[in-house]
C-alpha cells in the first residue's frame, strides 16, 4: 500500500500540464436539438470551404454572401450559381468558441467581417429554453478607414427537412415587421424520422425586415 501510494505520489510529481490552442474535429453552428444539430462539416476550419452539415453527415443548404461597393463574396457554404462568380471570403486565422456561440472574422475586400453563431442555453426560462431556435449574426467593419456599401444575403434549403432531394416541401414568406420563411414538407408523417429527420413540423427562417 505504502510502495503504491508513493509511486502515484511520485509520478503526479513529474506530471507538468501543457496548455494549447486546440481545434475541435466540429464546430457547432446550430444546435438546439436533435433535429436542429447543424455543424461545420468535420475536417474544415473554413465557412466558406463546405456546406454547413446535420449532425450524421448529410450537407445542408445554408449559404451567405456579402456585397461591398459591388463586388459579391461568398462567406458561407460552397453555392454554384449559373453564369456568376464570386470572389471569395478570406478567414482569419483561428476562431473563437464558446459554451453558446462559434465566431468567425473574415476579409471581404475592405471590410473585415464577424460571423457569429449563438445556441443560447437559458436554465432560468424554462419556456425559451424548449423553443428550438438559433441565432446568426454578420457584422462588417472598415479595415481601410473608408465608408462603403454593404448588403448581406443568406438563405437555407429544403434540405434542411429531408435529405431527400425529391421530397416536395411547401415554402412560405410573410413581410411584415420581420421577414419570415416557413418551409414544411407536403406530406408529413407523425412521431416518425427517417435518416435521423423528423418527419413533421417546419422550418422558419427569420430576420428583422430594416434596411
Do not use: C
Not at 470572389?87 to 468558441?97: L, R, Y
Not at 454578420?138 to 444575403?153: G, I, P, R, T
Request: glycine share 6%.
Amino acid at each position: 500500500m505504502w510502495a503504491f501510494s508513493l509511486g502515484f505520489l511520485l509520478l503526479l510529481a513529474l506530471v507538468h500540464p501543457i496548455y494549447g490552442a486546440a481545434s475541435p474535429p466540429s464546430v457547432p453552428l446550430a444546435v438546439r436539438s436533435p433535429y436542429l444539430s447543424t455543424w461545420l462539416t468535420p475536417g474544415s476550419t473554413a465557412l466558406s470551404a463546405s456546406w454547413p452539415s446535420f449532425w450524421n453527415g448529410h450537407n445542408l443548404g445554408w449559404t451567405g454572401f456579402v456585397n461591398v461597393d459591388g463586388a459579391s463574396y461568398v462567406f458561407m457554404g460552397t453555392p454554384d450559381v449559373p453564369n456568376t462568380t464570386f470572389k471569395p471570403s478570406v478567414q482569419t486565422p483561428g476562431m473563437e468558441i464558446t459554451s453558446t456561440q462559434s465566431i468567425f472574422t473574415m476579409t471581404a475586400g475592405p471590410v473585415e467581417l464577424t460571423v457569429r453563431f449563438l445556441s443560447p442555453v437559458e436554465p432560468s426560462d424554462l419556456v425559451n429554453q424548449s423553443l428550438p431556435f438559433s441565432y446568426f449574426a454578420v457584422s462588417a467593419q472598415s479595415v481601410d478607414d473608408k465608408s462603403h456599401e454593404v448588403q448581406v444575403y443568406s438563405d437555407i434549403s429544403g434540405g434542411w427537412l429531408s435529405s431527400n432531394s425529391s421530397m416536395t416541401v411547401n415554402w412560405t414568406t410573410s413581410v411584415e415587421n420581420a421577414i419570415i420563411h416557413q418551409v414544411q414538407l407536403e406530406n408529413q408523417t407523425l412521431f416518425a424520422d427517417v435518416d435521423d429527420r423528423i418527419q413533421q413540423g417546419s422550418v422558419y427562417y427569420a430576420t428583422l425586415n430594416v434596411s
